[in-house]
Nanobody
Framework: VQLQAFGGGLVQPGGSLRLACAASEGTFSGYTVGWFRQAPGKEREFVAS????????LYTDSVKGRFAVSRDYAKNTVYLQMSSLKAEDTAVYYC??????????????????WGQGTQVTVSS
């Protein structure tokens, strides 16, 4: 499975942005798709995930109520809708696909396939 993440850009604080993660040369069937981000000088951190089958979602505390992850079967795409964006959300966002168990869903090493990353900058 090859992943491509896109949709990043520059947005003002309080604004919204939607990222997309599309799969090619394969589908997300049977996978969990995770979103991670890495800010300059910081370690990569988990943001959200969704199980392709069943749609179970998981979020890190700092984005709960502001971000929403969803999937589109027809387009074989996972979305990350980001609202009420803050300066601290600025990072390169990556999508990844894998088959983690529940206890490992927040760990990058549990995911097998990674997209190239898309930059999100929140600034006035």
């Amino acid at each position: 499975v090859q992943l491509q993440a896109f949709g990043g850009g520059l947005v003002q604080p309080g604004g919204s942005l939607r990222l997309a993660c599309a799969a090619s040369e394969g589908t997300f069937s049977g996978y969990t798709v995770g979103w991670f981000r890495q800010a300059p000088g910081k370690e990569r951190e988990f943001v959200a995930s969704i199980r392709w089958s069943g749609g179970t979602t998981l979020y890190t505390d700092s984005v709960k109520g502001r971000f929403a992850v969803s999937r589109d079967y027809a387009k074989n795409t996972v979305y990350l809708q980001m609202s009420s964006l803050k300066a601290e959300d600025t990072a390169v966002y990556y999508c990844a696909a894998g088959r983690p168990i529940l206890s490992t869903m927040k760990f990058g090493r549990a995911y097998t396939y990674w997209g190239q990353g898309t930059q999100v900058t929140v600034s006035s």
